[in-house]
């Protein structure tokens, strides 16, 4: 059996076909949707990520700022950007890229941006909001992931669905939002027991550890859904992800590859949170 190869690129681009219905309403009537992507120094995979943000913006007609800051740039200074943009009305999404330099406190900023424009879903406000089911902003990683599975047509509800991670950025909101569609949730971490053991139970599987190839197909329930959250960069230059695609697509009914599986999604989900923000400040 081999499993169905899940297409981030193809679902990435019917979702932001979706979402540029929405935001050309808007814009119709006058708002178009805005964007804000703060970088704080010089790190080359940041510099990527946010790239490739502000392009998606462009391509959905968005309007976007990019504000790169150098490296030594005070927590202060941060602070009085964030404060500007928060109050900025052409914003409707203000993102600070992770990690900034040491020197500044991340958990400041994440606090100093406005709840309402956090469309990557950090603020403690809106991570308590997904914890007690009133969801404003879901982060973009794990909402990309859900917006998958549903696309792939796996159903969620009732079955187990086990995280092995614990970021916030992915592990905590992810386990949020499959328990949110009803699913039985597990958490893994690093230092689980007998690892295996919980994978192996898992109906739906999403690996978000960091660590190359480390979810084998030995380690998969025949026909579960299997989303790899991982980017990991070999010594041979390939890309590669959490789980070990060879192994594991020969036992999992659904797979991710990697890249062109959740990659695609983050962004795009970002993009929608942006719309939907725009969406809720023109009063809709
Ligand atoms: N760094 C890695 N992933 C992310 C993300 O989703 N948002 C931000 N702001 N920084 C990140």
């Known amino acids: 059996m081999s499993a169905r190869i899940i297409d981030g ?8 076909a979706e979402w540029k219905v929405r935001a050309d309403i808007l814009k119709s009537k006058g708002v178009t949707p805005g964007l804000a992507v703060i970088i704080v120094g010089e790190d080359p995979a940041s510099k990527v990520y946010v790239a490739n943000k502000v392009k998606a913006c462009a391509e959905l007609g968005l309007h976007s700022e990019h504000i790169a800051l150098p490296a030594d740039t005070s927590e202060a200074e941060l602070l009085a950007r964030i404060d ?27 606090n100093a941006i406005n709840p309402e424009k956090d469309v990557d879903g950090f603020h403690p406000i809106n991570v308590g909001a997904l914890a007690t089911g009133n969801m404003r902003f879901a982060p973009c990683t794990p909402y990309g992931s859900l917006v998958l ?6 159903s969620i509800e ?22 949110q569609n009803n699913a039985t949730v597990t958490i893994c971490t690093s230092r689980t027991q007998d690892l295996a053991k919980h994978t192996r139970d ?31 960069r070999m010594a041979d230059g390939k ?46």
């Open 239 to 284: 890309l590669c992800g959490d789980v070990d695609f060879e192994s594991a697509k020969e036992v999992a009914g659904y797979i991710t590859p990697v890249p062109g599986g959740v990659g695609p999604m983050t962004i795009t989900m970002l993009v929608a949170n942006t719309v939907q923000s725009a969406e809720r400040a023109a009063g809709k």
């Open 202 to 232: 898992a109906d739906i599987l999403v690996v978000a550890t960091g660590k190359p190839k480390m979810i084998t197909g030995d380690m998969i329930k025949p026909g579960a859904a299997v989303i790899d959250v991982g980017i990991n």
């Open 9 to 16: 690129k193809a679902i990435a681009q019917e979702v932001r």
């Open 158 to 179: 009732g079955k187990h669905a086990v995280v092995v991670g614990r970021s916030n950025i992915v592990g905590k909101p992810m386990a949020l939002l499959l328990l």
């Open 149 to 154: 599975l549903q696309k792939s047509g796996v």
């Open 84 to 110: 500007a943009l928060n109050k900025d009305p052409k914003i409707h999404g203000l993102l600070v890229q992770l990690p900034v330099p040491k020197h500044i406190d991340s958990d400041k900023v994440l």
